[in-house]
């Protein structure tokens, strides 16, 4: 892909797919999100601004600018959006308990959480976090009981669909720059 006059120098989106490790190297010889990427990506330095873990997949930004990354991961700076599907009965009250926050081992775990589908014994959910802890959202639901069985919540499919202004609009394992419009309204938020 080549850099257009309308391209952010700054910023460019990945949309990650499952099973690929949001690191720079792996001791394991595991996939690295930087096997999507042209290999300048890596050389130049791009970063990924947050994680996503191995099961995650969707919106990932990179930069090679510090104040950028540090901008849009500051807590309650910038929102991200996930869809996700749960195993489970996600009721009223567990949507108000992740509104509130649940008290986990790694602090208070909170949620904007929404319902958008049910399938069964699944439910699929719009989760929004301003400040996101590492596996946020899967230790959230996992603190959370099925009214029916008894057992924790358990996510099976967690997908970034936006991060600030900038929604997923890329195919799976395919990236691209930001356009210099989005780069603008996405930094200034």
């Known amino acids: ?36 990427l042209p290999d300048w990506a890596f050389e130049q330095g791009w970063m990924p601004i947050g994680r996503l873990d191995l099961e995650s997949k ?8 510090g104040k ?16 996700v599907w749960v195993r ?7 949507i108000l308990e992740a509104s509130v926050g649940v008290p986990s081992i ?8 929404e319902k958008i589908g049910q399938g069964g014994a699944k439910t ?5 976090l301003e400040e996101g802890k590492n596996r946020h959202i899967r230790r959230l639901f996992g603190a959370l009981k099925d009214p029916k069985f008894g ?8 997908t970034r669909v936006s991060i600030g202004s900038f929604k997923l609009n890329i195919e799976m394992g395919k990236w691209r720059y930001l356009t210099l419009e989005e780069e603008r309204v996405l930094i200034k938020n």
Do not use: Q, W
Request: aromatic share 6%; glycine share 8%; charged share 25%.
């Open 106 to 113: 790694h602090g208070l775990l909170k949620a904007k959480v």
């Open 151 to 158: 057992t924790p919540l358990k996510v099976l499919e967690l």
């Open 1 to 36: 892909m080549n850099l257009t006059t309308n391209d952010s120098k700054k910023l460019l989106a990945i949309n990650k797919p499952k099973g690929y490790l949001v690191t720079r190297s792996d001791d394991l010889g595991r996939k690295t999100v930087y096997g999507l």
């Open 58 to 65: 969707g919106l990932l930004l990179f930069t090679t600018n």
């Open 88 to 94: 489970g009965y996600v009721t009223d009250e567990h």
């Open 68 to 83: 950028i990354n540090d901008a849009l991961t500051k807590p309650g700076h910038c929102k991200k959006i996930y869809e």
């Open 124 to 128: 699929k959910l719009r989760v929004e």
